[in-house]
């Protein structure tokens, strides 16, 4: 499944009804990046220029100008000439033919010419949209463009006499999924699950972390999808660090191991977290502070509807750990008040949840005005809360201390309530051991 160029084509046409008549709207795609040397950094290109386009070179600029009232749109595509000798070396490029004729561009243009091209565009237009702040060196470019434009005010030419800011626009699109994204990224849910799945079924005590990565990056690759975020693979106490990606250690007999990995799959991502027992068995303690993560789990997930604002289900899962961590003796005194207190924090400092999409944290606000949003159908949202209990923790008995534990699903809002994109990998202990026992 891929999305077709009426796709792309049909998220133009919206933007062009957002941006109303006699603007222009201008959006660069991603520069490519160094990672050391002359060696690249595997291209991707931004995401919110690939939703628009579905081009993936780099160095690329999309530009759509409207007109008077009623009058139709046009598509402007400055990308990469053709060039013999770099497609030898580098590969096939579109070129300006396969601008207009694959990318359904009304006009194409060497990206060489844009600075020189844009001006004509941008004379005498109301409004100019583009993405503010994304790139100072863009920005300094569409500074003296404007400049360029306003310099042309005795022949009868000015620039736009306001400037807004597109991805305001863009994110809202983004953030709510159309039946064919929900496509692709249960796609990628189902890759990232059976990744997963591998995993639990591969590992053994004294394996490195970064050899359990790697089974993960077989069921990526093989599916063609490359990993959507670095991964964490955290054995015992490195699941404590929450941004762990070193994934150098081995993984010990009696330790849990925490894995949060998940691919990209046509430009869309997923992202889950499971925790299970390297030699396939809880112990008591680790058993008994998983189930208070995922019956957390299970009641934010549920709170994920319609309605409720996007914090809801934090609050849930938040009460639900507080609860657990007073009932095992980890906190003491009256829950409601640990909640107002955020005594918790000690043990479980991060949110609950992220917009997911083309990008893993992706894009769109999470409060209108003052208040945080509620959720819509279309919106995916990951529900993902945890407990960590510091190594040296001494304000709590030893048993429990380096125990890191984060179960994490990609839940779709839908009129019939949440749906669990990521549902394929297993998550309860007994559903883990079975699995694990072969
Ligand atoms: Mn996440």
Not at 190 to 211: D, F, L, W
Request: proline share 3%; with cysteine; hydrophobic share 40%.
């Amino acid at each position: 499944m891929k999305l077709s160029q009426a796709d792309f084509k049909q998220r133009r046409n919206l933007l062009a009804q957002h941006i109303g008549s006699n603007s222009i709207a201008i959006i660069a795609t991603r520069a490519e990046m160094y990672r050391n040397r002359d060696a690249d950094y595997k291209y991707r290109a931004d995401s919110s220029f690939y939703y628009l386009t579905g081009f993936a070179e780099p160095e690329a600029v999309a530009v759509i100008e409207t007109f008077a009232e009623g009058e139709e749109y046009s598509y402007s595509l400055f990308c990469r000439e053709r060039n013999r000798e770099m497609e030898i070396w580098n590969g096939y490029r579109a070129g300006i033919d396969g601008a207009i004729e694959i990318y359904d561009a009304d006009e194409a243009y060497a990206i060489d010419l844009l600075d020189e091209e844009i001006i004509d565009k941008l004379l005498n237009k109301q409004r100019l949209y583009y993405r503010i702040g994304q790139n100072a060196e863009f920005d300094a470019r569409v500074s003296q463009w404007i400049q360029k434009a306003d310099a042309q005010q005795r022949r009868g030419g000015a620039a736009p006499a306001e400037m807004i800011q597109l991805d305001r626009i863009i994110d809202e699109m983004r953030l709510k999924k159309s039946a064919k994204e929900i496509e692709l990224m249960q796609i990628a849910s189902n890759i990232s699950a059976e990744a997963h799945t591998r995993a639990m079924q591969s590992v053994k005590p004294e394996m490195m972390e970064y050899a359990l990565e790697a089974e993960l990056n077989y069921i990526f690759g093989k599916n063609g999808c490359v990993p959507a975020y670095n991964s964490i693979v955290g054995g015992g106490e490195n699941a404590c660090i929450l941004h762990y990606v070193e994934n150098n250690k081995p993984l010990k007999d009696g330790d849990l191991v925490l894995i949060d990995a998940a691919c990209e799959y046509e430009f869309y991502a997923s992202d889950i977290t499971r925790t299970f027992p390297v030699n396939g068995k809880f112990s008591p303690e680790q058993k008994a502070l998983y189930n208070i993560v995922l019956d957390a789990q299970l009641a934010a997930i549920d709170a994920t509807r319609i309605g409720n604002h996007y914090k809801y289900p934090h609050e849930v899962a938040v009460k639900i750990l507080t609860q657990g961590l007073v009932d095992l003796g980890l906190l003491s005194g009256n829950v409601d008040e640990l909640v107002e207190s955020e005594a918790f924090r000690q043990f479980f400092m991060h949110g609950t949840g992220h917009w997911l999409g083309m990008d893993v944290h992706d894009v769109g606000a999470y409060k209108h005005g003052e208040d945080w949003r509620a959720y819509e159908a279309g919106m995916v949202v990951t529900v993902e809360p945890g407990l960590y209990v510091a190594p040296d923790d001494e304000t709590v008995d030893a048993k429990w201390r380096g125990i890191g534990i984060r179960i994490e699903d990609d839940v779709l809002v839908t009129e019939n309530g949440p749906l669990v994109l990521t549902k394929n990998v297993v998550k309860t202990v007994e559903e883990i051991e079975q699995l694990m026992a072969g």
